[in-house]
């Protein structure tokens, strides 16, 4: 069984249950929010930290580079001095490099045989000049390499092609070193004519790089190691990890995390691990790349968890210790205001109990002075019960019928006060809507009434135009309450005279037999025939009987032309005056009729034009069988013509085949370029058709100094209609040819010349 409780209760129960649910649940959701944001900027501070040491050391090995680039541009320029002179400059040049820059190990070139001895083919072989320092002394020494092939580390970079920075390596090639030390390499090619001639070089032994890097420690318990582009461990505190493979040294944390192949792509990345002794680690790793290498490498930066969230803990028992005395004070507060409000609530609760029972007076009224929502709240209790008086009052108005009440609206958001309003405005409106439904249903029945008599009247007189109309506008005028009125049809018998012409007219009960002629576009009529509309006037002016309708002796108070349209074709129009003035649903009655009066009168304009039409088919029928036995006789004579051609144009077909095998056959346009050739002269010179069509008249002709003179004149004379016989000689593909040729002008209809024509025979006497 569900307890009933009190509103005290509730709000003890409800409002401190959820308050503080709600206020653990934020409490703790931003405890731990915060303690994320701190663990996520913690993250960031160590990336950064990471990011500024990789660019410090990124610093250092752009100077690196730097130096090995300069030297390695600089020596370009000394490509063709004599050797001895190379070995002894570039000496001078190291040594001081050597001591001005106490990291480096030693400064070394290669020179590659190929590019510099005469007459060597081979892809190997080179020269080495080396200077390194042991103590305080530096020692130099020129030495030959790879006279029977390039070592691996060389070659690899050699074949790169551009500077790098080595992977870290033991140095035990240069002869006469004291020292063999663990070290990286700076490298920088030198192109002569781009060209690969050599390279130059810096060794800075992995010491140096061990001190820069140790110095890196942000937080206590930090540290900071180096990793080549191939995974090689360059710098770290522990020495038992340097020159060791990532794989190796970390071998759990790279399979799962894929570090070699991050930062042989130059990724930033951090992961979380934990090491031997339970301790949670943060590395960060952020990329080095310097110069134009594209081989970067890598610094680690490694963090304990437990040193930077330091102040997340901290900062989580201060909050813990703030939000339970919170919720204390949260629950004292409660009770307070608890009791402050259930009072003067449980008093308005009694009134509305008997406002339920549907008692409504000024006893209900209540006066508080809280000076809070409470107060309101009996303000508003008061303002309810007030207005439910008036609304009880106009409710009874509204019984007895009066529609003209008055309620005025406790605001804008009054939903009954507005509901009553509304019904008032709804039955005064049902009201007005039944007396206006029942003029409605006059109009309909008087319309359909209308429909239906002037329907028997048009099926009545379909046979005859002029009772028609005379039926119709009587009617018409008679039905609408109209005084005269009168139809005029298009009269298109004479093409080359149409009108409206007044075909039937009615006036207070007398036929007026009137003769009126309207041309289009003239008067009312017109206009009413031109616009294809309804023409309505209730303005009409004093002179109205010498308007062109000329209909009826006095002024009316309204006239009305409709025009008789059949599928937007307008075949008359009609046309009404009345000294009432016509109603909206008298308008449209008239309109309606219209259409059906426009189409009875083309019905019977067809059926009369169609008798007509039938006695002129007759008439015609017997004209056309005269006609038809002197075109039989005319068919005759034109058979035996056109078998006369067809005989000639047979003749003209063999003597072109003649033509055609007996002779060469060329086509020319104006310009003596070929448009056309006979099988015969292709088979002849043994030229494909499509190498010869477009070839000039000129191409591959032999022609004599007088016949070069005479070239343009030849051709004007063929232009102007003159045939021409020659003599000429072709060469194609090596073989010459003589003939004899006729050039025939071809003309057009009109006797001008468009092409011209070649007939040629193998001249035998050149032979």
Same mark, same amino acid.
């Given at each position: 069984?569900?307890?009933?409780? @009190?509103?005290?209760?509730?709000?003890?129960?409800?409002?401190?249950?959820?308050?503080?649910?709600?206020?653990?649940?934020?409490?703790?959701?931003?405890?731990?929010?915060?303690?994320?944001?701190?663990?996520?900027?913690?993250?960031?501070?160590?990336?950064?930290?990471?990011?500024? #040491?990789?660019?410090?050391?990124?610093?250092?090995?752009?100077?690196?580079?730097?130096?090995?680039?300069?030297?390695?541009?600089?020596?370009?320029?000394?490509?063709?001095?004599?050797?001895?002179?190379?070995?002894?400059?570039?000496?001078?040049?190291?040594?001081?490099?050597?001591?001005?820059?106490?990291?480096?190990?030693? !400064?070394?070139?290669?020179?590659?045989?190929?590019?510099?001895?005469?007459?060597?083919?081979?892809?190997?072989?080179?020269?080495?000049?080396?200077?390194?320092?042991?103590?305080?002394?530096?020692?130099? =020494?020129? &030495?030959?390499?790879?006279?029977?092939?390039?070592?691996?580390?060389?070659?690899?970079?050699?074949?790169?092609?551009?500077?790098?920075?080595?992977?870290?390596?033991?140095?035990?090639?240069?002869?006469?070193?004291?020292?063999?030390?663990?070290?990286?390499?700076?490298?920088?090619?030198?192109?002569?004519?781009?060209?690969?001639?050599?390279?130059?070089?810096?060794?800075?032994?992995?010491? #140096?790089?061990?001190?820069?890097?140790?110095? !890196?420690?942000?937080?206590?318990?930090?540290?900071?190691?180096?990793?080549?582009?191939?995974?090689?461990?360059?710098?770290?505190?522990?020495?038992?990890?340097?020159?060791?493979?990532?794989?190796?040294?970390?071998?759990?944390?790279?399979?799962?995390?894929? !570090?070699?192949?991050?930062?042989?792509?130059?990724?930033?990345?951090?992961?979380?691990?934990?090491?031997?002794?339970?301790?949670?680690?943060?590395?960060?790793?952020?990329?080095?790349?310097?110069?134009?290498?594209?081989?970067?490498?890598?610094?680690?930066?490694?963090?304990?968890?437990?040193?930077?969230?330091?102040?997340?803990?901290?900062?989580?028992?201060?909050?813990?210790?703030?939000?339970?005395?919170?919720?204390?004070?949260?629950?004292?507060?409660?009770?307070?205001?608890?009791?402050?409000?259930?009072?003067?609530?449980?008093?308005?609760?009694?009134?509305?109990?008997?406002?339920?029972?549907?008692?409504?007076?000024?006893? =209900?009224?209540?006066?508080?002075?809280?000076?809070?929502?409470?107060?309101?709240?009996?303000?508003?209790?008061?303002?309810?019960?007030?207005?439910?008086?008036?609304?009880?009052?106009?409710?009874?108005?509204?019984?007895?019928?009066?529609?003209?009440?008055?309620?005025?609206?406790?605001? &804008? @958001?009054?939903?009954?006060? @507005?509901?009553?309003?509304?019904?008032?405005? #709804?039955?005064?409106?049902?009201?007005?809507?039944?007396?206006?439904?029942?003029?409605?249903?006059?109009?309909?029945?008087?319309?359909?009434?209308?429909?239906?008599?002037?329907?028997?009247? =048009?099926?009545?007189?379909?046979?005859?135009?002029?009772?028609?109309?005379?039926?119709?506008?009587?009617?018409?005028?008679?039905?609408?309450?109209?005084?005269?009125?009168?139809?005029?049809?298009?009269?298109?018998?004479?093409?080359?005279?149409?009108?409206?012409?007044?075909?039937?007219?009615?006036?207070?009960?007398?036929?007026?037999?009137?003769?009126?002629?309207?041309?289009?576009?003239?008067?009312?009529?017109?206009?009413?025939?031109?616009?294809?509309?309804?023409?309505?006037?209730? &303005?009409?002016?004093?002179?109205?009987?010498? !308007?062109?309708?000329?209909?009826?002796?006095?002024?009316?108070?309204?006239?009305?032309?409709?025009?008789?349209?059949?599928?937007?074709?307008?075949?008359?129009?009609?046309?009404?005056?009345?000294?009432?003035?016509?109603?909206?649903?008298?308008?449209?009655?008239?309109?309606?009729?219209?259409?059906?009066?426009?189409?009875?009168?083309?019905?019977?304009?067809?059926?009369?034009?169609?008798?007509?039409?039938?006695?002129?088919?007759?008439?015609?029928?017997?004209?056309?069988?005269?006609?038809?036995?002197?075109?039989?006789?005319?068919?005759?004579?034109?058979?035996?013509?056109?078998?006369?051609?067809?005989?000639?144009?047979?003749?003209?077909?063999?003597?072109?085949?003649?033509?055609?095998?007996?002779?060469?056959?060329?086509?020319?346009?104006?310009?003596?370029?070929?448009?056309?050739?006979?099988? #015969?002269?292709?088979?002849?010179?043994?030229?494909?058709?499509?190498?010869?069509?477009?070839?000039?008249?000129?191409?591959?002709?032999?022609?004599?100094?007088?016949?070069?003179?005479?070239?343009?004149?030849?051709?004007?004379?063929?232009?102007?209609?003159?045939?021409?016989?020659?003599?000429?000689?072709?060469?194609?593909?090596?073989?010459?040819?003589?003939?004899?040729?006729?050039?025939?002008?071809?003309?057009?209809?009109?006797?001008?010349?468009? @092409?011209?024509?070649? =007939?040629?025979?193998?001249?035998?006497?050149?032979?």
């Amino acid at each position: 069984m569900k307890r009933k409780l @009190k509103i005290r209760q509730k709000i003890l129960l409800y409002i401190l249950t959820v308050t503080a649910i709600l206020y653990v649940a934020s409490v703790g959701y931003i405890l731990w929010q915060s303690r994320a944001n701190i663990y996520s900027d913690a993250i960031e501070k160590t990336q950064l930290t990471a990011k500024v #040491s990789a660019k410090e050391v990124g610093a250092i090995f752009e100077k690196e580079l730097s130096l090995v680039r300069t030297l390695s541009q600089a020596f370009t320029v000394y490509k063709n001095m004599p050797h001895e002179q190379w070995k002894k400059l570039f000496l001078d040049m190291y040594i001081p490099v050597l001591r001005e820059n106490p990291e480096i190990y030693s !400064i070394w070139d290669s020179w590659e045989y190929k590019s510099f001895v005469p007459g060597y083919d081979k892809d190997y072989g080179r020269f080495v000049i080396t200077t390194w320092r042991e103590g305080n002394e530096i020692k130099w =020494l020129y &030495d030959e390499r790879s006279i029977n092939g390039d070592p691996p580390i060389y070659g690899k970079y050699k074949k790169l092609g551009q500077e790098a920075i080595w992977e870290p390596y033991v140095d035990q090639v240069t002869k006469g070193k004291a020292d063999i030390k663990l070290m990286i390499t700076y490298y920088s090619p030198i192109y002569i004519n781009n060209v690969f001639s050599g390279i130059v070089a810096s060794d800075v032994s992995l010491e #140096s790089l061990q001190e820069m890097v140790s110095k !890196i420690k942000p937080v206590k318990g930090s540290f900071a190691y180096l990793i080549s582009n191939e995974g090689i461990i360059a710098a770290h505190p522990s020495k038992d990890f340097i020159n060791k493979k990532i794989d190796e040294a970390f071998k759990i944390d790279n399979e799962k995390e894929k !570090i070699a192949e991050r930062i042989a792509k130059g990724e930033e990345f951090y992961y979380t691990k934990t090491d031997e002794t339970g301790k949670q680690l943060l590395i960060c790793h952020s990329p080095i790349i310097a110069g134009k290498t594209k081989t970067p490498w890598s610094l680690a930066l490694s963090v304990p968890v437990d040193v930077i969230m330091a102040n997340a803990k901290e900062t989580l028992y201060v909050s813990l210790f703030v939000s339970i005395a919170g919720l204390l004070v949260m629950v004292l507060v409660l009770l307070f205001v608890s009791d402050n409000l259930t009072k003067p609530i449980k008093r308005i609760t009694d009134i509305l109990k008997r406002m339920a029972r549907g008692e409504v007076s000024d006893e =209900l009224k209540v006066d508080l002075n809280t000076g809070d929502e409470i107060e309101e709240m009996a303000l508003a209790l008061n303002t309810t019960i007030d207005g439910i008086g008036h609304k009880t009052t106009f409710a009874n108005e509204i019984g007895k019928g009066n529609y003209t009440t008055y309620l005025e609206l406790l605001s &804008d @958001k009054d939903v009954l006060g @507005k509901s009553l309003i509304h019904m008032r405005d #709804s039955l005064k409106k049902a009201a007005e809507d039944e007396e206006k439904r029942k003029v409605d249903d006059q109009k309909r029945s008087w319309a359909n009434e209308g429909y239906a008599k002037f329907g028997e009247i =048009l099926r009545q007189n379909n046979n005859d135009l002029q009772k028609l109309c005379d039926s119709v506008i009587a009617a018409l005028v008679k039905y609408v309450g109209a005084n005269q009125g009168g139809i005029f049809l298009w009269n298109d018998e004479d093409k080359t005279n149409q009108y409206f012409e007044l075909v039937s007219a009615f006036a207070w009960d007398r036929k007026k037999y009137l003769t009126k002629q309207i041309e289009k576009g003239e008067g009312l009529v017109g206009a009413c025939a031109m616009e294809k509309e309804t023409i309505f006037m209730t &303005d009409v002016p004093d002179d109205y009987v010498n !308007i062109t309708s000329g209909l009826g002796d006095a002024n009316p108070r309204c006239v009305i032309l409709v025009p008789l349209k059949h599928e937007d074709e307008v075949l008359g129009v009609i046309e009404m005056a009345s000294f009432k003035v016509l109603e909206k649903h008298e308008i449209e009655f008239i309109e309606k009729i219209a259409e059906s009066i426009a189409s009875t009168i083309l019905s019977v304009k067809i059926n009369a034009r169609t008798k007509m039409l039938l006695e002129q088919s007759q008439m015609q029928a017997e004209e056309m069988k005269a006609q038809e036995e002197e075109m039989r006789q005319n068919m005759e004579e034109l058979q035996a013509t056109q078998e006369e051609v067809e005989r000639k144009s047979a003749e003209i077909e063999e003597f072109i085949k003649s033509i055609q095998s007996s002779a060469y056959v060329i086509e020319y346009d104006l310009n003596g370029n070929i448009l056309n050739v006979n099988d #015969s002269f292709i088979q002849f010179v043994g030229v494909p058709r499509e190498q010869l069509i477009g070839s000039h008249h000129s191409d591959n002709l032999e022609l004599s100094d007088v016949q070069k003179k005479e070239y343009g004149t030849f051709w004007d004379n063929l232009k102007a209609g003159i045939s021409k016989k020659v003599k000429s000689t072709i060469t194609w593909k090596g073989k010459t040819y003589h003939f004899l040729e006729t050039y025939i002008p071809v003309k057009d209809s009109e006797g001008r010349v468009y @092409k011209i024509m070649k =007939l040629a025979f193998e001249d035998g006497e050149f032979k």
